[in-house]
């Protein structure tokens, strides 16, 4: 599992962190994946493109997960 740091910042957007992970292309090409329910958040699929992802979150889209830390 990987571990996406927020540094700075209190959250990140759904789509972004996707794209931010390399694990699509685009923004357009993320938020095509939230929509039709490839991700999840802590283990519930989520739909919502610009859901704030905080520290303590896991996302997983597909083979690939992410711990999401400060």
Do not use: P
Not at 49 to 64: E, L, N, S
């Amino acid at each position: 599992m990987e571990t996406f740091h927020l540094e700075e910042h209190d959250y990140v957007e759904l789509c972004d962190l996707l794209k931010l992970q390399g694990w699509t292309e685009s923004g357009a090409a993320a938020k095509n994946m939230i929509a039709e329910g490839l991700v999840s958040v802590d283990g519930e699929i989520e739909t919502r493109k610009r859901c704030k992802i905080v520290a303590g979150k896991v996302v997983t889209f597909g083979d690939f997960t992410v711990s999401v830390s400060k």
